[in-house]
């Protein structure tokens, strides 16, 4: 019996152990995957107006373009400031009542949760030749919020910068020597159609004068020709008739044949034969036929003369299609 009983503690001890080892495993229980981080991706809007203490008003707007890849963000901005005149009267050196500066910044960075980091590389300006095309660069430390980044710089800069649209942004032009100032990448050069230039001033004895350019240009190719209508109007300050017209104004309109040729963003273009349209017998414009260089852009043209030393045109882009009347 008493044989019996161990026997029976045995296999109940057996059984016990046999239960605990062979049993099903515990489950396992896994960690929810992380959820993605932050990401600047896309394109990004900045604009702001004020007035100066002269009256004149600036509209500064800046678009950024990010990509982001891990933590590393590359891409670059566009700002553009705009400024017109509070009294009407034009700009000294633009010779006009508004003017625009273009630059392209290149962007590098990285962010680490919300922190974003970021600093200029390099920069490209247009054509303008009453600006040097110098820029300081300018190193950020942001937050990410929501669809806002709010960018600071040193001694208190700030501005914030408002997301556009989800996704990621197209890739940035080739890279420039960050060192290197010049124009920013511009579609192959069409000068054809019409150009316009405006001038207006008071002369030293108290008259005031006005110019008004109209390039009218076709392109064939690497050639192009047209013609200029210049319209020279004086106003006397003083009220006292011009000797030529008998008025306190005359007018003067003069048509010039223009022949050159484009190559690349460079136009080269010479006055070949000049008419008077109206203003006989006065002559306001007397000066020689000129030759005029310069460079192209979508919107504007930056044309120096031959005749004047040192003396630079800024044209605007009236209307791309050639039409040069006959």
């Known amino acids: 019996m008493q044989h019996a009983l161990v026997g029976v503690v045995a296999l109940a001890t057996a059984c016990v152990g046999a239960f605990a080892g062979c049993g099903s495993r515990p489950p396992v229980v896994r960690a929810a995957p992380a959820p993605p981080g932050p990401d600047v991706s896309g394109t990004w809007d900045w604009d702001v107006e004020e007035r100066?203490?002269?009256?004149d008003t600036r509209v500064e707007r800046e678009v950024w373009h990010l990509t982001q890849k891990g933590r590393e963000i590359q891409g670059y901005y566009d700002r553009v400031l705009t400024v017109l005149s509070g009294d009407g009267r034009p700009f000294e050196c633009y010779q006009d009542t508004r003017y625009q500066k273009f630059t392209r910044f290149r962007i590098?960075?990285?962010?680490?949760?919300?922190?974003?980091?970021?600093?200029?590389?390099?920069?490209e300006t247009r054509p303008d030749p009453c600006d040097g095309g110098r820029r300081s660069?300018?190193?950020?430390?942001?937050?990410?919020?929501?669809?806002?980044?709010?960018?600071?710089?040193?001694?208190?800069g700030q501005q914030v910068l408002r997301r556009r649209g989800e996704g990621a942004a197209g890739p940035p032009p080739a890279d420039t020597t960050a060192s290197l100032t010049r124009a920013a990448p511009l579609p192959a050069a069409s000068v054809g159609g019409l150009w316009l230039w405006e001038w207006r001033t008071i002369d030293a004895n108290g008259d005031e004068r006005a110019a008004r350019e109209e390039w009218h240009l076709r392109q064939r190719e690497g050639r192009v020709r047209g013609v200029m209508d210049r319209t020279?109007?004086?106003?006397?300050?003083?009220g006292a008739a011009f000797p030529?017209?008998?008025k306190p104004e005359q007018t003067v309109v003069m048509r010039y044949q223009v022949s050159g040729q484009v190559s690349g963003r460079r136009l080269e273009i010479t006055e070949v034969a000049h008419s008077q349209l109206a203003g006989a017998p006065c002559r306001l414009d007397a000066a020689p036929l000129a030759s005029h260089e310069g460079e192209i852009g979508v919107e504007e043209m930056v044309l120096s003369s031959a005749r004047a030393a040192g003396?630079?045109?800024?044209?605007?882009r009236i209307r791309p299609e050639a039409g040069a009347p006959k």
């Open 244 to 246: 030529c017209s008998g």
């Open 311 to 316: 003396e630079r045109h800024v044209l605007r």
């Open 137 to 156: 660069m300018t190193v950020y430390v942001g937050h990410l919020e929501g669809g806002t980044i709010t960018l600071r710089w040193p001694p208190a």
């Open 232 to 238: 020279v109007r004086v106003v006397s300050g003083s």
């Open 108 to 123: 590098m960075g990285s962010i680490e949760g919300a922190m974003v980091r970021l600093r200029e590389t390099s920069y």
């Open 52 to 55: 100066n203490d002269e009256g």
